[in-house]
DNA sequence: CGTGTGCCCTGACAGC
DNA sequence: TGCTGTCAGGGCACAC
């Protein structure tokens, strides 16, 4: 369930087991996720020492002292296990420590794993474009309005743009535009300074509330089973059709292009 | 360039 | 150990 909250809930799970530690062995189970592995992947980063993990909008990243960066994204269905007792067929990448074993699991393999130079990283051309994190000190309504500036798209649709902000995913924008009372469909450019000075407040919140709530799932995170999922109970609109929003409105739900959107036409304007 | 659509892949459900 | 249809957190290629 990997958007913002859930890549960091994952990153800050994998740290204490990997920070530090040398990693021994290096297990390709497949030839690839949404892309081929990076070549020779195994070796490059068999006798590394893990230096230091972080994330960027949804990618995790795992530094070594070689100079390289793991980046991993987890698509639709990734998730590491912590020493799962045995191995799955949805397990397709495994990295041995001393201590522990580490599985990527991605039932559906949108996700990806590529070992870019450390140096290099804003400059690699999945990040070159990327827009400041959500959480930032960049991300503000100025930087909202610049973006939105003469644009007739939905909001939604822009704020899943990661070049606009970059992080959100799905569930957090549904989410953030019910808090900042901004309906979904609203033309961009359209949004008032003093309105979208409430969405970069709402964004923040939604986030720090969801991962402060994935925090709890860190145990989870660390068990072989490790199954998530303790944030839908503090969803406002997301996946609750027809049900009462506090105003006396119901929530509702639209598809576009396969993809469903919630949110309160009473209140969200 | 900005905007909208469809596809990659597998699994979990609901309904029959 | 049914079957079929629908849906799922992302990202990208492509058409207009």
């Known amino acids: 369930m990997p958007e913002l909250p859930e890549v960091e809930t994952t990153v800050r799970g994998l740290e204490p087991v990997l920070k530090g ?58 998730r ?12 397709h990448f495994v990295i041995e420590t001393a201590k522990h074993r580490l599985a990527l699991n991605d039932a559906r393999r949108f996700g990806s794993v590529d070992l ?20 930032g000190a960049e991300f503000d309504a100025a930087h909202l309005a610049q973006a939105f500036e003469d644009r007739i798209a939905p909001v939604k649709a822009l704020l899943l743009d990661q070049r606009v902000v970059a992080g959100l995913g799905n569930i957090y924008v549904c989410e953030a535009l019910y808090l900042a009372r901004i309906a979904p469909t609203r033309a961009a450019g359209t949004i008032s300074r003093k309105q979208l000075t409430k969405l970069v407040d ?12 994935g925090g709890s799932t860190l145990r989870d995170y660390a068990r072989p089973d490790g199954e998530l999922g303790y944030f839908a109970k503090e969803w406002r609109v997301y996946g609750r059709e027809g049900e009462p929003c506090a105003c006396g409105g119901l929530v509702e739900r639209r598809v576009d292009s396969g993809r469903s959107t919630f949110w309160c036409p009473r209140c969200q304007k």
């Not at 590394?48 to 070689?66: F, H, Q, S, W």
């Not at 990327?130 to 959480?135: A, I, K, R, T, V």
């Open 21 to 78: 530690a040398r990693i021994e062995r290096v297990t390709l189970r497949r030839a690839d996720l949404r892309r081929p592995f990076p070549e020779g992947l195994g070796q490059r980063l068999t006798g590394a020492t893990v230096t230091g993990l972080g994330r960027r909008a949804k990618y995790g990243l795992i530094d070594t002292d070689r100079g390289d960066t793991l980046v991993f994204h987890l698509g639709m269905s990734g």
């Open 80 to 91: 590491w296990r912590i020493d799962p007792e045995e191995l799955g067929k949805h397990d």
């Open 116 to 135: 870019v130079p450390t140096g290099g990283l804003a400059e690699w051309p999945a990040f070159a474009a990327l827009g400041p994190e959500p959480l």
């Open 202 to 213: 709402a964004v923040r919140e939604v986030l720090t509330a969801a991962i402060r709530a």
